[in-house]
């Protein structure tokens, strides 16, 4: 994907071209289309300094009411560009999920544009579900999650689902969707 100068626009058309274009969440259109989405641009430049945002967003988001932010992305292009060590961070934000007696309520999902599943090659398509044009602390209410997924006729196919549609797209096809001339 081609970057701008804006993180948060970059990140914004991976979500509509991407994650809702493709469909690879079908929860995702209803959100955004509300404006329930909260976009933060993190100025971070250590793991700890993002550990503290992180903090504050979460606390924001269990204290704003659904109807005014569902789900937030916390987009970090200037801390954790490697993915080993974003992947180890991961364990730290779920710490602090815990720490602050959200597990259960709040959920942190994870992309990254180096994203790569164990035992998958770095370049197979497939990682393509998770990657996102900078790395990006996606925190979701489970509740919501849970609403979403119980009225999905089969939410157990969706990762399936998602391969399958990338595999299709190829490498040509998701380079296709962001085009240098934006």
């Not at 989405?37 to 204290?63: I, Q, Y």
């Not at 934000?93 to 309520?105: H, I, P, Q, S, T």
């Not at 164990?118 to 925190?139: C, E, K, S």
Request: hydrophobic share 45%.
């Amino acid at each position: 994907m081609q970057r701008s100068a804006d993180p948060v626009a970059d990140t914004r058309l991976w979500l509509e071209r991407a994650v809702i274009g493709l469909n690879l969440c079908p929860f995702a259109k209803a959100v955004l289309v509300k404006n329930q989405v909260r976009f933060v641009l993190s100025d971070a430049t250590t793991p700890e300094a993002l550990l503290e945002e992180l903090g504050e967003e979460l606390l924001r988001l269990r204290d704003t009411d659904a109807a005014e932010i569902d789900t937030t992305l916390i987009v970090h292009p200037q801390v954790l560009g490697d993915f080993l060590d974003y992947n180890d961070f991961l364990d730290e934000a779920d710490g602090l999920v815990e720490a602050l007696e959200l597990d259960g309520v709040l959920q942190v999902a994870s992309f990254h544009p180096d994203y790569q599943f164990a035992g998958a090659a770095p370049d197979d398509i497939t990682n393509f579900t998770n990657r996102a044009p900078y790395p990006t602390l996606h925190l979701l209410r489970e509740d919501s999650v849970a609403r979403a997924v119980d009225a999905f006729p089969d939410p157990d196919s969706i990762p399936d689902r998602n391969v399958q549609t990338l595999e299709r797209l190829g490498h040509a096809g998701w380079a296709g969707l962001f085009p240098a001339d934006r």
